[in-house]
C-alpha cells in the first residue's frame, strides 16, 4: 500500500510538472506569435507635397495612413514625411518611381515636365468638378488610362482626395479684364497656367509652403491656392486684398495618391484591397471636410480681415473659357499621350454635362430661383 502511494505522489507530481511546462509552452508560443506577427509588420514611407499637418491636404495624408495601420491591424504602417522632409514638395514622383518611398501623396499637374498627359488627372480649366471627375475615373474609362501612363515609371495612381470648385485667385489689384492679366506673375500649375500664358500672364509652378512668401515679397503678384479654408490657413489675406471666385482654372483638383508599383504588387491580397478601399474613403472624405468648412472660413476672411470678395466679370470668364479650349487642345496634340487622355476626357464631359443640363445644374437654378 505504501509503495502504491508513493508511486500515485509521484505520477501526481509529474502531471504537474507536464502542467506546468504547458502553460509555459503556452506562453511562450504566445510571445513568439506577437514577436512573429511585429516581424511581419510591413514598413513604407509615404512622401507629400504639402506642408506638414496643413489642414485638409496634409492631414488628410496623415489620415490615410492611419486608417490604412487600423484596417490592417497595424500590418502596414506608414510613416508620413511632409514636403522638405525627406525630399523636396516637387520631387515626390520621382522618389516614389525609384522607391526611396513607397508611396507619395500630391498632384499629378506638379509632373507636367515630365509626363505632360499628367495635368488633366488633377484638373482642367472649364473642365470636370469633383463629383465628374470621380466619375470618368471610375466608370469612364480615366483610371485605365491613368494607370497606362505611369506605368513606365514603375507607379500606380489613384484619386485620393478632391477640395471641390476653388477660387479664382488672390491679386493686389483688381481684375476686370484680359489686359489685366498682361505681364502678371501668378503661381498657377498645370493648364490653368499654359492658360495664362495665352493671355499674356507669366504663370509660376511653387508647392504650397513657399506660395505665401512668393506673395507676400512680390515674387509673384498674384496667386490662387485653393480654397477658403485652405487659405485663411496659410494667411493669404495678410499678403493680397482682392479674393476673386470662381476658379475658373480648377473646377475640381483631384489629390493623388501614388504607389511604387513593386512594393503595392509585393503587398498580400488583402492588403492590397485594404489600402485601396482606404484610399476610396479618403477620396470621399476630403470633398464631405471642404464643402462643410469652407463658407465659414469666407465668412471670417470677409467680416474678420476686411478681404474683398469678388467676381470675375461675365465677359473675361468668357474670354477666359475661349483660351482655355484653345489652349487644352494645343497641349493635347503635342504627343499622343496627351491626345488620348484629351479625347476620353472631352467624350465624358460632354456626356455629363448633358446630363447635368437636366439635373445638377437644373435643381441648383431651381433652388436659388425667387
Given at each position: 500500500m ?11 507530481a ?17 510571445d ?20 506638414k ?80 471627375f ?30 471641390g ?36 500672364a ?94 465659414a ?25 475661349k ?35 437636366v ?12
Amino acid at each position: 500500500m505504501r509503495k502504491l502511494m508513493v508511486m500515485g505522489k509521484l505520477a501526481f507530481a509529474g502531471l504537474f510538472a507536464l502542467l506546468l511546462v504547458a502553460c509555459g509552452g503556452a506562453e511562450k508560443t504566445e510571445d513568439t506569435a506577437q514577436a512573429e506577427q511585429k516581424a511581419k509588420t510591413i514598413h513604407w514611407k509615404m512622401v507629400t507635397t504639402w506642408p506638414k499637418n496643413y489642414p485638409g491636404l496634409g492631414t488628410g495624408a496623415q489620415a490615410l495612413a492611419d486608417n490604412i495601420k487600423l484596417m490592417s491591424n497595424g500590418r502596414l504602417d506608414i510613416k508620413v514625411y511632409a514636403a522638405g522632409e525627406l525630399v523636396p514638395a516637387l520631387e515626390v514622383f520621382d522618389a516614389v518611381s525609384r522607391g526611396t518611398a513607397q508611396m507619395g501623396h500630391g498632384a499629378s499637374y506638379y509632373w507636367k515636365g515630365k509626363v505632360p498627359a499628367a495635368q488633366f488627372f488633377t484638373t482642367v480649366p472649364f473642365g470636370l468638378t469633383a463629383q465628374e471627375f470621380n466619375s470618368w475615373v471610375a466608370y469612364g474609362g480615366g483610371q485605365e488610362l491613368w494607370d497606362e501612363l505611369y506605368a513606365p515609371f514603375n507607379l500606380i495612381p489613384m484619386a485620393a482626395g478632391n477640395p471641390g470648385v476653388q477660387m479664382g485667385g488672390w491679386f493686389n489689384k483688381e481684375i476686370n479684364s484680359l489686359a489685366d492679366f498682361q505681364g502678371l506673375k501668378m503661381r498657377m500649375p498645370g493648364l490653368g497656367g499654359e492658360v495664362l500664358k495665352k493671355v499674356g500672364a507669366m504663370p509660376v509652378n511653387l508647392p504650397g509652403g513657399e506660395v505665401f512668401t512668393a506673395l507676400q515679397t512680390g515674387t509673384i503678384d498674384a496667386t490662387e491656392w485653393v480654397g477658403p479654408y485652405n487659405d485663411l490657413a496659410f494667411g493669404l489675406y495678410k499678403a493680397a486684398k482682392y479674393y476673386y471666385y470662381p476658379g475658373w482654372h480648377e473646377p475640381g483638383s483631384a489629390v493623388e495618391a501614388l504607389f511604387n508599383k513593386e512594393a503595392f504588387e509585393a503587398l498580400p491580397a488583402d492588403l492590397q484591397a485594404i489600402v485601396r478601399t482606404a484610399v476610396k474613403q479618403a477620396n470621399l472624405d476630403m470633398i464631405n471636410e471642404f464643402t462643410a468648412r469652407n463658407n465659414a472660413a469666407l465668412q471670417t476672411l470677409i467680416n474678420e480681415h476686411h478681404v474683398v470678395l469678388k467676381a470675375y466679370p461675365a465677359d473675361l470668364l468668357l474670354a477666359l473659357k475661349k483660351a482655355s479650349y484653345e489652349t487644352i487642345a494645343e497641349v493635347a496634340s503635342q504627343d499622343p499621350q496627351s491626345q488620348k487622355v484629351y479625347e476620353s476626357f472631352k467624350t465624358f464631359l460632354n456626356s455629363v454635362s448633358a446630363w447635368h443640363d437636366v439635373s445638377e445644374r437644373a435643381f441648383i437654378n431651381a433652388r436659388a430661383a425667387e
